[in-house]
């Protein structure tokens, strides 16, 4: 490395966070009521979490725990199903694709084939019979202290509610106060959707007790009310009369210990919730759950300019986008809500975010509303690392170790193989047998994708120890598939199969994402040994298979072939593109080492089209910020962004009222990889540099960021304007060697742990 004092570089001591002008308006706010579960608000703590409808003569509180599900601890693997794999593969190498998906079906598929819901746990109601003519209504979620409010007033008196969900009190909260002595009159009590359900009321408090429905989980909810009024109960409910304020403490727990084990007691446990908050004022409660929270949240900053849109309601904004995407504010708005769903739905010690965070509804939610790894419990995390949450990256962690630990008996059962596996879908059991239907269930990537988050982490934070507790299991991955690949009869390359091109084209062997992810996973275990010292005779066997490993190939159209085949149909526009891997998440394809493989990609990409779910367009946002055109990832964003449920927009995915993502029907992957797409325009570190307004659109001329990570233990603060950097702040946390490009200006210093490095634009 080139030495530092070559350069004119300018280091600081550490400062507090650069506070940011707009940044008092990182808010959702709303004229009306929510009348649709997509318009009311959520708040959560990784694992409580509750819908929060706003209404005025009656409260609706839609409230889950993320451990109540159905089904019961079992081994999804199909045994002997190994004994059917060879003429599975040799059926489909004579291209016998029916025959093959019928023999998987009958012998491949996990047992039972179906995996199982996500339960929502129940609802709280605040009944105020006496609030009909009302004004000055707002509701609000206040994403700098996550706390949701609604205010109003009836006949001359000021009403407000306060809700907000505490990681360290562990409880949801509820604060109703009257700006009039004596003035608040409401009833308060609980219900769910569940056929197997008890209420019971004692004193100040009520307890909800429900069984899932052909399954061996419980949950009990209990609240406790406290109030400068008179209280008491009748026919169930507890009403409150003449306070001038009431507080409600929620908490709620099941008998889930672990996936194989439901032995718990959730009684003991809301209990001991309560116990420690008996007494307790919810100003209290409220400055324990801000601080924690913004131990987190205000790590980053970010402002693209006000033009005066973010005073109008959130649900209208939405809509004028659609109109005219010029609302820089709500992009950055965007930015931080992602951030905001990400700390409330998965925190160190919870289960990782499922395909609707913790947020849930309904008894049968949409695709069970469980980890889907084909790309979307992955997407989940991709901001993770750069938003600088790294702590709420962990719970996935937690699972890929469940995983690494169930799917060593499907490794073997399926595919004879050691090591382990996961396929396209899991649920909290962490089954990792193929399930659903075996034309796109039998998905090899599950376990790859999964170990790059942890080589990712490492990558982002330079923790030595992670990577040292966490080797095994990446090992374990690579061992699976340098068993399972084999020597395709055609071609004579190690190829992948019975496997599919999520969720397009049915069974078939070879198919090309499958490859990128492997090579990715190699490529991560040779490189881990290195930094461990650890495992040298294993990385060579897997350096020996990587050139043998059926490679990335042009197509007849100029595409890149999702298939060992060249069958790719140009007019295909399938939401997933899956064998755009290489380009984004990973980095194997890219103008650097790859130009014409990326020349491909970009073909395939424009074939497939602009529309798409939610999370698809949040992933070709990503892809075209790789591919460093951010005026094309903008109109993508422009997209994502505008309202799903116009009936008169060509898109079917896009944003609720609410701005949670629409696939639709709700998804919360799209807003965590639309905001990682907006993140790669301003900043890029996967090929060993960082950087600098790579894709930067034209939309956005002018903004600031700090706190955003890079690749290598590196924390950016950026300022531009005029679509030209102005300012760039590098700290470094690690000590590590830094190289920086902007324009094809290019730097490269070596570093001291917790100093800060500043340039202009002509990176001096």
Same mark, same amino acid.
């Given at each position: 490395?080139?030495?530092?004092?070559?350069?004119?570089?300018?280091?600081?001591?550490?400062?507090?966070?650069?506070?940011?002008?707009?940044?008092?308006?990182?808010?959702?706010?709303?004229?009306?009521?929510?009348?649709?579960?997509?318009?009311?608000?959520?708040?959560?703590?990784?694992?409580?979490?509750?819908?929060?409808?706003?209404?005025?003569?009656?409260?609706?509180?839609?409230?889950?725990?993320?451990?109540?599900?159905?089904?019961?601890?079992?081994?999804?693997?199909?045994?002997?199903?190994?004994?059917?794999?060879?003429?599975?593969?040799?059926?489909?190498?004579?291209?016998?694709?029916?025959?093959? !998906?019928?023999?998987?079906?009958?012998?491949?598929?996990?047992?039972?084939?179906?995996?199982?819901?996500?339960?929502?746990?129940?609802?709280?109601?605040?009944?105020?019979?006496?609030?009909?003519?009302?004004?000055?209504?707002?509701?609000?979620?206040?994403?700098?202290?996550?706390?949701?409010?609604?205010?109003?007033?009836?006949?001359?008196?000021?009403?407000?509610?306060?809700?907000?969900?505490?990681?360290?009190? !562990?409880?949801?909260?509820?604060?109703?106060?009257?700006?009039?002595?004596?003035?608040?009159?409401?009833?308060?009590?609980?219900?769910?959707?569940?056929?197997?359900? !008890?209420?019971?009321?004692?004193?100040?408090?009520?307890?909800?007790?429900?069984?899932?429905?052909?399954?061996?989980?419980?949950?009990?909810?209990?609240?406790?009310?406290?109030?400068?009024?008179?209280?008491?109960?009748?026919?169930?409910?507890?009403?409150?009369?003449?306070?001038?304020?009431?507080?409600?403490?929620?908490?709620?727990?099941?008998?889930?210990?672990?996936?194989?084990?439901?032995?718990?007691?959730?009684?003991?446990?809301?209990?001991?919730?309560?116990?420690?908050?008996?007494?307790?004022?919810?100003?209290?409660?409220?400055?324990?759950?801000?601080?924690?929270?913004?131990?987190?949240?205000?790590?980053?900053?970010?402002?693209?300019?006000?033009?005066?849109?973010?005073?109008?309601?959130?649900?209208?904004?939405?809509?004028?986008?659609?109109?005219?995407?010029?609302?820089?504010?709500?992009?950055?708005?965007?930015?931080?809500?992602?951030?905001?769903?990400?700390?409330?739905?998965?925190?160190?010690?919870?289960?990782?975010?499922?395909?609707?965070?913790?947020?849930?509804?309904?008894?049968?939610?949409?695709?069970?509303?469980?980890?889907?790894?084909?790309?979307?419990?992955?997407?989940?995390?991709?901001?993770?690392?750069?938003?600088?949450?790294?702590?709420?990256?962990?719970?996935?962690?937690?699972?890929?170790?469940?995983?690494?630990?169930?799917?060593?008996?499907?490794?073997?059962?399926?595919?004879?193989?050691?090591?382990?596996?996961?396929?396209?879908?899991?649920?909290?059991?962490?089954?990792?047998?193929?399930?659903?239907?075996?034309?796109?269930?039998?998905?090899?990537?599950?376990?790859?994708?999964?170990?790059?988050?942890?080589?990712?982490?490492?990558?982002?934070?330079?923790?030595?120890?992670?990577?040292?507790?966490?080797?095994?299991?990446?090992?374990?991955?690579?061992?699976?598939?340098?068993?399972?690949?084999?020597?395709?009869?055609?071609?004579?390359?190690?190829?992948?199969?019975?496997?599919?091109?999520?969720?397009?084209?049915?069974?078939?062997?070879?198919?090309?994402?499958?490859?990128?992810?492997?090579?990715?996973?190699?490529?991560?275990?040779?490189?881990?040994?290195?930094?461990?010292?650890?495992?040298?005779?294993?990385?060579?066997?897997?350096?020996?298979?990587?050139?043998?490993?059926?490679?990335?190939?042009?197509?007849?159209?100029?595409?890149?072939?999702?298939?060992?085949?060249?069958?790719?149909?140009?007019?295909?526009?399938?939401?997933?593109?899956?064998?755009?891997?290489?380009?984004?998440?990973?980095?194997?394809?890219?103008?650097?080492?790859?130009?014409?493989?990326?020349?491909?990609?970009?073909?395939?990409?424009?074939?497939?089209?602009?529309?798409?779910?939610?999370?698809?367009?949040?992933?070709?946002?990503?892809?075209?910020?790789?591919?460093?055109?951010?005026?094309?990832?903008?109109?993508?964003?422009?997209?994502?962004?505008?309202?799903?449920?116009?009936?008169?927009?060509?898109?079917?995915?896009?944003?609720?009222?609410?701005?949670?993502?629409?696939?639709?029907?709700? !998804?919360?992957?799209?807003?965590?990889?639309?905001?990682?797409?907006?993140?790669?325009?301003?900043?890029?570190?996967?090929?060993?540099?960082?950087?600098?307004?790579?894709?930067?659109?034209?939309?956005?001329?002018?903004?600031?960021?700090?706190?955003?990570?890079?690749?290598?233990?590196?924390?950016?603060?950026?300022?531009?304007?005029?679509?030209?950097?102005?300012?760039?702040?590098?700290?470094?946390?690690?000590?590590?060697?830094?190289?920086?490009?902007?324009?094809?200006?290019?730097?490269?210093?070596?570093?001291?742990?917790?100093?800060?490095?500043?340039?202009?634009?002509?990176?001096?």
């Amino acid at each position: 490395m080139k030495s530092i004092n070559k350069f004119t570089l300018i280091w600081v001591l550490i400062l507090g966070p650069v506070l940011l002008s707009g940044q008092e308006n990182m808010h959702l706010s709303y004229d009306v009521p929510a009348t649709e579960w997509t318009e009311a608000l959520p708040v959560g703590n990784g694992s409580l979490g509750a819908m929060i409808f706003g209404g005025v003569k009656q409260e609706h509180l839609q409230f889950n725990e993320e451990t109540l599900w159905a089904g019961e601890p079992h081994d999804y693997a199909h045994k002997g199903a190994g004994e059917h794999l060879a003429e599975i593969r040799k059926l489909l190498s004579e291209g016998k694709q029916l025959e093959a !998906q019928d023999l998987a079906t009958k012998e491949f598929m996990s047992v039972p084939i179906k995996q199982v819901p996500y339960q929502p746990f129940g609802e709280l109601y605040l009944n105020f019979p006496d609030h009909k003519n009302f004004e000055n209504y707002n509701r609000k979620l206040d994403l700098s202290n996550a706390v949701s409010s609604v205010s109003y007033t009836v006949d001359g008196v000021d009403y407000e509610r306060k809700i907000l969900s505490s990681f360290p009190d !562990q409880l949801l909260a509820v604060q109703v106060s009257s700006s009039k002595s004596k003035a608040l009159n409401f009833e308060v009590w609980m219900d769910a959707l569940h056929e197997d359900k !008890q209420v019971t009321s004692a004193g100040s408090s009520q307890t909800l007790k429900v069984k899932v429905k052909d399954g061996a989980l419980r949950g009990v909810a209990t609240f406790k009310v406290q109030t400068d009024g008179k209280l008491t109960t009748k026919e169930g409910k507890l009403t409150i009369s003449k306070a001038s304020w009431a507080t409600i403490y929620l908490t709620a727990a099941t008998n889930y210990v672990n996936y194989n084990d439901v032995t718990g007691n959730p009684e003991a446990k809301v209990d001991e919730v309560l116990s420690k908050i008996e007494g307790e004022k919810f100003s209290s409660i409220e400055k324990n759950h801000i601080e924690d929270y913004q131990s987190l949240y205000n790590r980053l900053k970010i402002d693209l300019g006000d033009n005066g849109r973010s005073k109008k309601p959130t649900n209208q904004r939405i809509y004028d986008f659609w109109k005219d995407p010029n609302d820089p504010q709500l992009v950055a708005l965007y930015v931080q809500y992602a951030r905001y769903l990400l700390i409330s739905s998965s925190r160190p010690g919870t289960k990782p975010a499922t395909l609707q965070g913790i947020w849930n509804h309904k008894l049968n939610p949409p695709w069970f509303s469980s980890y889907t790894t084909n790309i979307n419990v992955e997407m989940n995390y991709w901001p993770a690392e750069m938003v600088n949450l790294s702590e709420c990256h962990e719970p996935l962690f937690g699972l890929i170790k469940d995983l690494s630990e169930t799917g060593k008996t499907v490794a073997k059962e399926h595919y004879n193989a050691e090591g382990w596996i996961a396929h396209h879908n899991v649920d909290i059991w962490r089954g990792a047998a193929p399930v659903n239907a075996s034309h796109h269930g039998i998905w090899l990537g599950g376990g790859a994708w999964l170990s790059s988050h942890i080589w990712e982490h490492y990558l982002f934070t330079q923790d030595k120890e992670f990577l040292r507790e966490y080797f095994p299991i990446i090992k374990e991955s690579a061992l699976f598939y340098s068993q399972f690949l084999y020597e395709d009869p055609k071609t004579g390359y190690l190829i992948s199969s019975p496997s599919n091109s999520p969720e397009i084209g049915g069974l078939v062997a070879g198919p090309t994402m499958d490859h990128q992810l492997i090579r990715a996973l190699f490529r991560t275990v040779i490189s881990a040994t290195e930094i461990l010292e650890d495992d040298q005779g294993f990385a060579g066997k897997l350096s020996d298979m990587l050139p043998k490993i059926a490679p990335n190939k042009i197509g007849k159209h100029g595409q890149l072939q999702e298939w060992m085949e060249d069958r790719d149909d140009p007019e295909n526009h399938h939401r997933h593109v899956s064998h755009l891997w290489a380009v984004h998440p990973g980095n194997e394809i890219n103008w650097e080492e790859t130009p014409e493989l990326m020349k491909a990609a970009k073909q395939s990409l424009e074939y497939r089209g602009d529309n798409g779910t939610g999370w698809s367009l949040a992933w070709k946002i990503n892809f075209w910020s790789r591919f460093k055109d951010g005026n094309r990832a903008y109109r993508l964003m422009h997209k994502l962004l505008s309202p799903a449920e116009e009936p008169l927009r060509e898109t079917s995915g896009g944003s609720y009222p609410n701005l949670f993502d629409a696939h639709p029907p709700f !998804q919360i992957d799209g807003n965590f990889g639309g905001t990682s797409g907006i993140l790669e325009m301003l900043v890029q570190s996967q090929m060993g540099e960082i950087e600098i307004l790579p894709a930067l659109p034209d939309a956005l001329p002018n903004g600031e960021i700090s706190g955003l990570v890079a690749r290598g233990g590196f924390e950016i603060s950026l300022k531009w304007k005029d679509s030209e950097m102005e300012s760039l702040e590098v700290l470094s946390k690690n000590g590590s060697d830094c190289k920086i490009e902007y324009k094809g200006k290019t730097i490269a210093f070596e570093t001291e742990v917790g100093k800060k490095y500043k340039f202009n634009k002509e990176l001096k």
